[in-house]
């Protein structure tokens, strides 16, 4: 006598005869000078919060000053330039005491040179991420931007004691510093997409950015006032978006001469053009990324 026995199977029957298929999203590179895919970036901005904290995290992890090294940097550039260009140099300072005169064009140059350095070695730093997953790759040179300014906000309030200490107080022209902070922040931009994307082929140029934010420290108007500068050169040195964003600075926060309407027109002009011109050279870039680095 033979009994049978029914075992079912372990997954219902309409699972082994109909599988599922999980849905398959095709990446391809865009085609097109002008396709910037700015909405994919936007849906990946959850990534790019989390790439601005991992990169603050790690620069000050296992630090003894932590923070402090935000405040010890321009403090010490300040001191270093007072006793140089104050008192050996006697550069003038617009009737400013030089000390404040420089620290307040620190600050967002401080920003600025952070933010290039950083974001200008951005996709070589996270080439592991770039040979695993998909996320717009301008989201590295972005973090590499928006990170540095979790350094300036404790070094603003370095420049406010100061301010303090030497009797001056800020006028309503303050309201507008965010604008001026904003450019420099897309002046980094720019210029850090040129440079990471050139970095991915040409390693050379990690060698070159110390290189050229020191020389743009010294064509911009840090250690002396807009005034040295001879009148037949003021249409090219306004060319420079930093001698603008420095000399906002100045005016917003100290009451300086506010900078000229014209100027200013030029660097908001020259910033546009050199992001734009980035963005669609880093996106031409990006395609090859993966296979390059």
């Known amino acids: 006598m033979s009994t049978k026995t029914n075992i079912s199977p372990p997954f219902p029957s309409s699972l082994i005869e109909r599988p599922v298929h999980a849905p398959i ?37 296992q630090t003894v000053l932590g923070m402090g090294w935000a405040i010890i940097q321009p403090l010490m550039m300040m001191v270093v330039f007072t006793l140089v260009f104050s008192m050996f140099a006697k550069v003038p300072s617009d009737g400013l005491p030089y000390p404040i005169f420089a620290y307040a064009a620190l600050l ?13 070695g951005s996709v070589i730093n996270d080439a592991n991420l770039i ?22 906000v404790p070094a603003f309030g370095i420049l406010l004691g100061m301010m303090a200490w030497y009797g001056l107080s800020p006028s309503w022209n303050v309201f507008v510093l965010p604008a001026f902070l904003i450019l420099a922040l897309l002046t980094a931009l ?17 060698h070159t950015v110390p290189f050229l934010v020191q020389l743009w420290l010294y064509a911009s108007p840090v250690v002396y006032p807009v005034s040295l500068v001879p009148e037949r050169w003021r249409v090219v040195y306004s060319l420079n ?3 603008g964003v420095i000399e906002g600075f100045r005016w917003a926060l100290l009451g300086k001469e506010g900078p000229d309407f014209m100027v200013m027109v030029v660097n908001a002009s020259m ?17 090859t990324f993966a296979d390059v680095i």
């Open 241 to 243: 978006p930093m001698a």
């Open 190 to 206: 720019s210029v850090s997409l040129w440079l990471s994307a050139l970095n991915v082929r040409y390693r050379d140029v990690k």
């Open 131 to 152: 040979e695993k997953i998909y996320f717009p790759r301008v989201l590295m040179p972005v973090a590499g931007v928006l990170t540095p300014l979790a350094d300036f």
């Open 271 to 287: 910033v546009l053009v050199l992001l734009m011109g980035g963005l669609i050279y880093f996106r031409r870039m990006e395609r």
């Open 108 to 120: 967002p140059w401080t920003y600025f040179s952070e933010a290039v350095s950083r974001s200008s």
């Open 25 to 61: 999203h095709v990446v391809q590179p865009s085609k097109g000078l002008f396709r910037l895919d700015l909405p994919a970036t936007w849906h990946y901005r959850e990534l790019l919060y989390f790439l601005v904290w991992r990169d603050i995290k790690v620069r000050y992890k």
